[in-house]
């Protein structure tokens, strides 16, 4: 190999070809295959805009997300659940803050309270006038089974279970705003597994 005055190399011509040949067929042997498009946007945007999912699934979600309870609190077990609503516990963070004056606008009867025998015959009819589906949390001693007062007093009614369906129970006398809120999201658990469009197959499948 040659070298010019200013000491640059002087390539043959034949040397400049061969080593272009060898280039172009180092070239071909790694291009066999063709190079995938790095770019995903395609596979990105279908699985960010394809949710899929049941009816059932959709329709439960929707009916826990926004529980609405009725105004039935017939006495002391109302002050913890009156606090649960208040800023510190939040309960709207669970989609029902909203308390219902009107039970036709309700779908939870939360029964805060001693239910008297005298008191019974109304709150079963706020219970009849809920709308479909509806529930029913048992909040305390004499929600579930009334309480200190049970046996003491001809009455008191021996658990609202006597006068209309119960689908979840939290003892205490009081329970406080964080049993509530566990029983609450328990109920929003029964309400996830409901079927809604096979008879006779319902909750706790
Ligand atoms: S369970 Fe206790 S706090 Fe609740 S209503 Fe009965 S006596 Fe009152």
Known sequence: M??????KYIYPDIELDRYEGQVIEELKTNSRQPISDPDKWLEEEV????????VDALI???????LWPAICFPACCAFE???ANGPRFD???FGMEILRASP???????????????MAPSVKRIYNQMAEPKWVIAMGACGISGGIFASSSYAVVPGYNRIVPVDVYIPGCPPRPES??????????????KRNFVPGREDDQ
């Open 81 to 83: 659940l009156i606090a």
């Open 47 to 54: 699985e960010q805009n394809i949710l899929l999912t049941t």
């Open 180 to 193: 509530l809120i566990y029983g609450i999201q328990m109920l929003q658990k029964k309400i996830a597994r």
């Open 91 to 93: 309960l709207a963070r």
């Open 2 to 7: 040659e070298v010019d005055k200013v000491g």
């Open 104 to 118: 036709r606008q309700a779908d939870l009867l939360i029964t805060a309270g001693t239910l008297t025998w005298k």
């Open 60 to 66: 439960n979600w929707s009916r826990r997300s926004s």
